[in-house]
């Protein structure tokens, strides 16, 4: 699901690969991954596979002038259109069979990425796969 990442115009960088470390002038950037699943029988031939989807984006670098309510004003925007980007398109244009459960960890987070601290958003959301065979 990675080269399926959104693309908004709050969103400034999607990498596909993760890199060494964020530069300020790639942010807000976003990433997501696969979490955990169930995988189950569906019907006789459909297998089901229920996967957690973990969706970071990292707006704003802590320090250098970034306190707590730049972090909130930059990131309420772009909470606001990720979960109504997600909700307008629950295939992900066809690459799943639908998501469910999309939640958000809060209005703002203090996100961690290779030792650096960022304000920024989680998202979680179950994308349901049906595959058949097998």
Known sequence: LRDKQLTLPEIKSAPTAMPASLNASDLPLIFAWPGVATWSQQAIGIRRQDRTIIVRVYVLPVGLGQGVDEG????LPIVQAIGDAYLKDVSLSGAVDHLSNIR?????ELLTYAGNNFWGIEFTFTAVEKLSGG
């Open 72 to 75: 909130f004003q930059a990131v």
């Open 104 to 108: 958000d960890g809060g209005m703002l």
